[in-house]
């Protein structure tokens, strides 16, 4: 299978050279093939974040290499960076970030505008997608009027606007109750039946044993402790 993301012997500090010098990732080499599902495990402040963000071109690694396919892009400028983000990558934060003075419909449809789209097709293109995530009748509301499990499925929805080849999400059941989880996992579930490469972040154990995980890759103190499931 052909790898997607590779991260090889990365490390990544914060505030280099200071009193408050922290190492986040010591080391951590991982391969993501294309079509696979990898969830990111570990307690909190383990480094599986800092990881997600490297492996999705949101920061750059100290030292290492961050690969895209077979294209180190670990040192590219950040305005070359933006472009891979937006041009592969799909994101689904732990918070949402989502715009609470716009509304659904323009939250979804808010990536595809640098893209010099026709404003007709950006419209059609987050209709679709606000069907299937069952949000038709939602989207003239502002994110404030939503609840957590709506706004979390408008989420996924913006991240998925430009089809985007990986879809990246950071504790995506942080705020969910058992069911929404379940629904959530049940979305991911499909995503992946249509081939996207799908790397989460997550110390949920329903979403660590879910049946559509591939496999784990464990990391403690910033250090890779096992690679498989």
Do not use: W
């Amino acid at each position: 299978m052909m790898s997607c993301l590779r991260a090889v012997n990365v490390r990544k500090l914060y505030h280099a050279g200071r009193p408050d010098e922290t190492c986040a990732l010591d080391q951590v080499s991982v391969t993501i093939d294309a079509g696979e599902v990898v969830v990111l495990a570990g307690p909190s402040g383990s480094g599986k974040t800092t990881l997600l963000s490297l492996l999705g071109c949101m920061a750059r690694p100290t030292s290492g290499e961050v690969f895209l396919g077979e294209r180190s892009v670990g040192r590219l400028q950040e305005h070359f960076l933006a472009r891979l983000r937006r041009e592969h990558f799909g994101f689904v934060f732990q918070q949402y970030q989502l715009l609470g003075g716009l509304s659904v419909l323009d939250n979804v449809m808010l990536p595809l505008y640098p893209a010099g789209m026709a404003l007709s097709k950006i419209r059609l293109r987050a209709e679709e997608l606000l069907d299937r995530f069952e949000l038709r009748d939602k989207k003239h509301k502002t994110i404030a009027q939503l609840s957590g499990g709506e706004q979390q499925r408008v989420a996924i929805s913006r991240a998925l606007i430009a089809d985007p080849k990986v879809l990246i999400a950071d504790e995506p059941t942080a705020h969910l109750d058992q069911e929404l989880a379940g629904r959530l996992l049940a979305h991911l579930a499909e995503l992946k039946a249509e081939g996207k490469t799908i790397l989460i972040a997550s110390h949920d154990p329903s979403v660590i044993n879910a049946g559509l995980i591939d496999r784990q890759v464990l990391l403690r103190h910033g250090q890779l402790e096992t690679g498989e499931r």
